[in-house]
C-alpha cells in the first residue's frame, strides 16, 4: 500500500473512532431528581388532598353524628335535592318531624333552593298529586310521609321507574326502607300500661266494660298493628282472645278529630251501659276527637276512664298535663331527622341503609313528662 493510501486509512480510522467516542464524552444533563423541599412539598400536598376528600360514611356513624348534634363532614348534601311531604302541615307532629328533617338536610350541606316540600293534607288524592309535581322536579331522593298505603304502592311504582329513591315516614312503602315507630311494639307497650292501671285501679278485666281501639284501616296492615297491639296486651295479660266481645275496634279515620268524633259518637251509642271504658288510638289528634265525643255524650268522668295515646307531639303533652289521658307512647318526632338524613346521605353514597330504623320509645304520664319536655 503507498504511504497516500496509508495516511488516508488512518485519518478515516481515527474519525470514526472520536465520532464514538466524543458522544460518551460529552457533557451529559443532570439526572432529574427531587430535592428534600420538593419532596416534602409533594407528600404534604397529597396528605391536604387525603384530609379535605370527603369521607364516606356508613350510615351508623352519619347516625352517630346527627345524634350528637354535629355538622355532616363534607357536607355530603351540597348540590342534592331533597323532597319532603308530611301527612298534614299544621298539626303538631308532622310540624316537629317537618322542622327535624330541614334542619338536618341544612346541616348537610343542604340549601332552600333544594328543599322541596309538599302538604299531603291527609288527602289521598292530593298525595298523588304531590307526588306527580315532586317527581317531576328529580329530587335526589324523596322521604314520603304519606297515611295511604295504596297512595305508597303507586307512588313507590313511579318513583322506582324513575330511579329516584324514597325512605318511608310512619307508614310503609313498598320497597324503600321504613323509618319510624315499631308499631306492633309501642301498641303493647301501651296496652301493658293500660291492663296495669285497670287492674290497680278497678281490678281488672272483669271490671272493664269495653276497651276500644281507634284504628286507621287506611293505613294498611303495619299501621293496623298501632292498635292490635293494645288488644293483644289485655288478651295476654289475662287469658282471654284478641276477638273477645270487650274489644271494640272503630274506623276513627285518617287521622283527624273530627272523623274519630263521630266514630267515637257511634262506639258510645252501641254502648249505652259501658262505663269503665279503656281507650286508644293511632294518634293525639283522633284521640281528641274520640274525648270530645265522650264528653258531648255526657259521660266523661276521668276515674272511669283510662286512655293511653300514641306520638306525644305537643297536643298530647297537653293531654297528658291536664290529665285529660293517663299517658302517652313518646315517638319524638322533633328528631325523626336525625335518623332520615343519615339514611338519605347513605343512599346516595351507596352506603347500606337497614330496611326498618326504628325510633326509641318511652311511656310518658304526668309524673315523667318534664323528664323528657320540660316547660
Known amino acids: 500500500m503507498s504511504k497516500t493510501k496509508t495516511f488516508i486509512f488512518a485519518v478515516i480510522s481515527l474519525i470514526a473512532v472520536l465520532m464514538f467516542i466524543l ?62 311531604t308530611d301527612i298534614m302541615g299544621g298539626i303538631p307532629f308532622c310540624i316537629s318531624v317537618g322542622n327535624s328533617v330541614k334542619s338536618e338536610f341544612m346541616k348537610a350541606g343542604g340549601t332552600e333552593a333544594d328543599w322541596i316540600y309538599a302538604d299531603n293534607q291527609y288527602n289521598s288524592t292530593v298525595g298523588l298529586q304531590n307526588a306527580d309535581i315532586i317527581l317531576a322536579k328529580k329530587p335526589d331522593v324523596f322521604i314520603e310521609f304519606q297515611a295511604d298505603a295504596k ?62 281501639l281507634g284504628q286507621m284501616p287506611a293505613g294498611g296492615e303495619v299501621t293496623m298493628l298501632r292498635s292490635e297491639g293494645f288488644g293483644q296486651a289485655f288478651a295476654d295479660k289475662y287469658g282471654k282472645t284478641v276477638d273477645d266481645p270487650k274489644i271494640v275496634r272503630s274506623d276513627f279515620g285518617m287521622g283527624e278529630a273530627e272523623e274519630s268524633k263521630a266514630a267515637m259518637s257511634d262506639v258510645l251509642a252501641a254502648n249505652p251501659d259501658a262505663k269503665k271504658i279503656v281507650l286508644t288510638s293511632i294518634n293525639e289528634e283522633t284521640m281528641q276527637g274520640a274525648i270530645a265525643a265522650i264528653e258531648t255524650a255526657g259521660r266523661w268522668n276521668k276515674d272511669d276512664i283510662i ?29 325523626y331527622g336525625k335518623y332520615l338524613v343519615p339514611m338519605a346521605i347513605a343512599m346516595l353514597t351507596d352506603q347500606k341503609v337497614p330496611p326498618a330504623v326504628y325510633i326509641d320509645n318511652e311511656v310518658i304520664t304526668k309524673d315523667n313528662i318534664d323528664q323528657f319536655y320540660p316547660e
Open 23 to 84: 458522544p460518551a464524552c460529552a457533557p451529559q444533563p443532570p439526572a432529574v431528581t427531587e430535592t428534600a423541599a420538593e419532596t416534602a412539598a409533594t407528600t404534604a400536598a397529597e396528605t391536604e388532598v387525603e384530609e379535605t376528600a370527603p369521607a364516606v360514611l356508613t350510615f351508623e356513624e352519619l347516625l352517630e353524628t346527627a345524634k350528637a348534634d354535629k355538622e355532616y363532614s363534607g357536607a355530603p348534601l351540597t348540590g342534592k335535592k331533597l323532597a319532603y
Open 151 to 212: 297512595v305508597n304502592a303507586i307512588v313507590s311504582q313511579k318513583f322506582g321507574a324513575a330511579g329516584i329513591p324514597i325512605i318511608a315516614v310512619d307508614v310503609p312503602v313498598p320497597g324503600a326502607p321504613f323509618m319510624g315507630v315499631n308499631n306492633w311494639k309501642v301498641a303493647y307497650m301501651a296496652g301493658e300500661y293500660a291492663a296495669k292501671l285497670a287492674e290497680d285501679r278497678w281490678g281488672g278485666w272483669d271490671a272493664i266494660d269495653i276497651i276500644v
Open 307 to 335: 286512655i293511653i295515646t300514641q306520638g306525644v307531639d305537643d297536643v298530647g303533652k297537653t293531654q297528658i298535663r291536664e290529665g285529660k289521658t293517663d299517658a302517652g307512647i313518646a315517638y319524638f318526632p322533633e328528631t
